[in-house]
């Protein structure tokens, strides 16, 4: 199966709000709840900062929130702080009982 | 605190065999699913297979290009999972990261990653 499809770049000013989208198809996100999003910092282990489209982990800033239509998912960063320039990666379950990364967005405060 | 630490990494050359592990404290280790998951240089992330509990049989599912090279075991008594990896291409040449699961589709907890490099 291929990657799930994100935009590689997207920017916003502090205090905006952007939204980060990930295509996949019938096979993964449009039949499963499992879709994640990850943020990862340079030289850092990835972080779960959603979880099952739409819940967020304790700890996790509720600025960050999923949303789901479909066969694609969405991330959407509110209040966007200079801490959230980072790569923002989603996943889904599938239904061959393995998972799908997307490629990444590079997300850019500006 | 939960913590998962990756160790075995190094250089390896094409066709060679290494074995990684990582060790898991600070969370009940038997009653939870560990994914690996690799970062190729400047790459993005890329999900290499899965264990789940011995209580659920100790299944093991893998990506395209882990199948039939790789395999994913754990030791409950030890807190520890492995991946061996056989037949190593250059393409494997990555950030090997351990991380263990919240949901079935969701990763929680990661080590910081152990470096692979398969080279002649």
Same mark, same amino acid.
């Given at each position: 199966q291929s990657a799930l499809t994100q935009p590689a770049s997207v920017s916003g000013s502090p205090? &905006?709000?952007?939204? @980060?989208?990930?295509? *996949?198809?019938?096979? =993964?996100?449009?039949?499963?709840?499992?879709?994640?999003?990850?943020? &990862?910092?340079?030289?850092?282990?990835?972080? !779960?900062? @959603?979880?099952?489209?739409?819940? +967020?982990?304790? *700890?996790?800033?509720? +600025? #960050?929130?999923?949303? +789901?239509?479909?066969?694609?998912?969405?991330? %959407? @960063?509110?209040? !966007? &702080?200079?801490?959230?320039?980072?790569?923002?990666?989603?996943?889904?379950?599938? %239904?061959?009982n393995t998972l799908l990364f997307g490629g990444g967005t590079k997300l850019t405060v500006l | 605190e939960v913590e998962l630490e990756e160790s075995g990494g190094g250089l390896v050359k094409p066709g060679?065999?290494? +074995?990684?592990?990582?060790?898991?404290?600070?969370? %009940? #280790?038997?009653?939870?699913? $560990?994914?690996?998951?690799?970062?190729?240089?400047?790459k993005g992330l890329e999900w290499v297979g899965r264990i789940k509990t011995r209580i659920e049989g100790g299944t093991t599912h893998y990506a395209a290009p882990a199948k039939g090279r790789f395999t994913i075991s754990r030791d409950d008594?030890?807190?520890?999972?492995? !991946?061996? $990896?056989?037949? !190593?291409?250059? =393409? =494997?040449?990555?950030?090997?990261?351990?991380?263990?699961h919240a949901t079935v589709g969701s990763m929680i907890f990661w080590g910081q990653g152990t470096p692979v490099i398969v080279s002649s």
């Open positions: 205090g &905006q709000s952007i939204t @980060i989208s990930c295509t *996949g198809t019938s096979s =993964d996100i449009g039949t499963y709840i499992y879709v994640s999003w990850y943020q &990862q910092h340079p030289g850092e282990a990835p972080k !779960l900062i @959603i979880y099952d489209v739409t819940n +967020r982990p304790s *700890g996790v800033s509720h +600025r #960050f929130s999923g949303s +789901r239509s479909g066969n694609a998912a969405s991330l %959407t @960063i509110s209040g !966007l &702080q200079p801490e959230d320039d980072a790569v923002y990666y989603c996943s889904s379950h599938t %239904t061959d | 060679g065999s290494l +074995r990684l592990s990582c060790a898991a404290s600070g969370l %009940t #280790f038997s009653k939870v699913w $560990m994914s690996w998951v690799r970062q190729a240089p400047g008594s030890k807190s520890t999972v492995y !991946l061996e $990896m056989n037949s !190593l291409e250059t =393409d =494997d040449t990555a950030v090997y990261y351990c991380s263990s």
